[in-house]
């Protein structure tokens, strides 16, 4: 067991070469496999520790597919099947959370945080409290904008709701099922890709919407530089952590279909964001000049709004 | 008994006496058909089991009345109300108005379930509509709120009114919040506890957003 330790910790080193091992791994253990029952035993005993970070970190993906494989072995028709993707403590959520806002730099999300445990509800409840944090805040701010001006009625604006939540659920189900897909057909044209499973990259696609859950809420401030400032700002963040992802999976294919799918994941992910920014937060600082009021001796008085 | 032990009964002596036991003037059969009664006694019963968990919510101790003799109707009484006054504020032609009632009826209802599923997909042991019946009733103090924003709304709308109602809503929305958590938390698994709460910290506060922003055409 040392010696597998070892092994493994020496291939840790090598963070460059670690992906790329992963083929390497797989006619490894053909050639032993008196190792193998021992590195499953251990890893069915001790499942997601955070001791095991560095050890699971290393692991290729047939391994840790064949324990997500033993951990849902309940047929889908049972509440079962559907309460393992719900096992997961506060800590774990909150540490997954830490992870995708604070990205580290060749670490990735997904082997970090994830490990054969993907769960749902971080990416459901993250994105119903982007819904409603968008919802709120836009209303907030539209209301703080325009609220001096003497010929405003609030308006609750309550349709925007269900259109943020359209929005906002469309792209972190629709983009993820989208780009296992294309994953999955180029995995089957190029062998040596690292391959996720689809609830993994909803995972991904879920955390990596928490950090514009603050930017929402700052965008109430009606200053247009702090506004985009800010949206870059959670770009980088959110983008890194996507990248961080999926740029391992591709970079084994054709340099450009690699370019471009990261391209993509981007630009949809900065899609978004611009789009919420437009539609549900009104422009600040608009001039809008008051009505034309004719005076008593006929001359047109224009009077400017401040 | 132990005397009774000696006594041999022959083969040849008839044994005679009476089967049935007589246990007064009513059959156990009337004891669990409520036909007979008057139809205020029933009402009263059920309304009276609605009562006492109304005020279990407004007084919440960890009690386990609320959740063992679980009903509906008090959750039904509560959203139908809160939606019908939140439906004056969409006079306005545009879309851009307040909540319609199928929507809160949707959002209430649909929020809830969502709710209790969750709870239930993390380990929770409490049954799913016990948890319909807690989440539902513990709306009445939003409901109260929403009727004092009313009655504040027709003395007028400055900015004054509005500082009340904001007071009234967050008072209301904490007091909803931490009466469901008391009810609810014991049946969740320890570690889990913040997973189970936040969601209906959400829930209770997309209702208090609409009854702040509620404003009179």
């Known amino acids: 067991i040392a010696s597998l330790v070892t092994c493994l910790f020496a291939e840790f080193d090598d963070a460059a070469n670690l992906l790329a091992a992963n083929p390497d791994a797989t006619t490894i253990s053909i050639e032993e496999p008196a190792e193998i029952p021992k590195n499953q035993h251990g890893r069915l005993q001790e499942p997601g520790r955070e001791e095991d970070d560095e050890l699971l970190g290393t692991d290729d993906s047939d391994k840790t597919e064949l324990l997500a494989g033993q951990k849902k072995s309940a047929p889908f028709w049972t509440f079962d099947y559907y309460q393992t993707f719900f096992d997961v403590d506060t800590y774990q959520v909150l540490d997954r959370i830490k992870g995708s806002v604070f990205p580290v730099p060749g670490k990735n999300f997904v082997r970090l945080y994830i490990r054969s445990n993907p769960d749902l509800y971080g990416p459901f409840w993250i994105c119903a409290t982007l819904v409603f944090t968008i919802a709120v805040s836009g209303n907030l701010s539209n209301f703080l904008i325009h609220l001096g001006r003497p010929t405003y009625h609030y308006v609750p604006e309550f349709r925007k709701v269900s259109i943020a939540a359209t929005a906002i659920y469309a792209y972190a189900w629709l983009v993820p099922l989208a780009l296992w897909g294309f994953l999955l057909w180029r995995n089957s044209k190029v062998m040596n890709i690292v391959s996720y499973s689809f609830l993994e990259i909803v995972c991904v696609y879920g955390y990596s919407l928490f950090v514009y859950i603050p930017t929402a809420i700052l965008w109430i401030i009606p200053q247009k530089v702090v506004r985009w400032v800010l949206m870059m700002f959670s770009l980088c963040l959110s983008g890194s952590v996507l990248v961080m992802t999926f740029w391992p999976a591709v970079r084994d294919d054709n340099r450009r279909i690699a370019l471009a799918t990261v391209g993509t994941v981007v630009l949809l992910h900065a899609l978004l964001a611009v789009g919420c920014l437009a539609y549900f937060f009104d422009a600040p600082e608009l001039d809008f000049p008051a009505p034309i009021i004719p005076a008593h001796n006929g001359t047109t008085v224009i009077t400017k709004s401040q | 008994f132990a005397g009774l032990a000696d006594v041999s009964i022959s083969q040849d002596i008839p044994v005679e006496g009476e089967i049935t036991v007589p246990v007064g003037s009513r059959s156990p059969d009337e004891d669990f058909s409520t036909l007979d009664e008057p139809v205020k006694d029933t009402i009263m019963r059920d309304l009276k089991a609605v009562g006492k968990k109304f005020v279990h919510v407004m007084y919440p101790k960890k009690s386990s009345a609320l959740l063992r003799d679980w009903d509906l109707w008090g959750p039904l009484v509560l959203c139908v109300s809160l939606a019908l006054m939140l439906q004056g504020g969409s006079a306005d032609s545009k879309d851009d108005g307040g909540p319609q009632f ?100 959400l829930f209770y506060f997309v209702i208090s957003w609409m009854i702040l922003t509620f404003t009179p055409q």
Do not use: H
């Open chain 2, 102 to 201: 199928a929507e809160v009826f949707v959002i209430i209802w649909f929020g809830a379930v969502v709710i209790t599923l969750n709870s239930k997909l993390l380990g929770g042991t409490i049954s799913f509509f016990q948890s319909l019946c807690v989440l539902g009733y513990c709306v009445l103090p939003l409901t109260v709120g929403m009727l004092v924003c009313r009655l504040v709304l027709l003395a007028g709308s400055g900015t004054i009114s509005f500082i009340i109602r904001l007071i009234v809503v967050v008072a209301m929305f904490a007091w909803s919040t931490l009466a469901s958590t008391a009810f609810l938390a014991d049946s969740q698994p320890p570690n889990r506890k913040a997973l189970v709460v936040y969601p209906i910290f």
